[in-house]
């Protein structure tokens, strides 16, 4: 009986159980949606030349492969 004028009874904790499931699927879905727009952003702006300039910069290639391949892609 007590739980019937609690806050609205049994209508508020269905409704309660129903916006805290929504509200999880919301989340799940929108930090999903944000790390694929990030992840296609990325791939898009990365030219030839920022891929092997980001080579260079880490060390997997040498200066004189940097350079054969920077004239490749001007050419």
Do not use: C
């Not at 879905?29 to 920022?50: A, E, F, M």
């Amino acid at each position: 009986m007590f739980e019937e004028f609690f806050l609205g009874g049994l209508w508020f904790s269905w409704i309660f159980r129903i916006a805290v499931i929504l509200l999880i699927v919301w989340v799940i879905v929108h930090g999903s949606n944000r790390n694929q727009k990030n992840n296609n952003n990325q791939r898009v702006r990365d030219t030839p030349l920022d891929i092997i300039k980001r080579r260079y910069a880490n060390g997997e290639i040498t200066k004189e492969e940097f350079e054969i391949m920077k004239k490749d892609l001007e050419s």
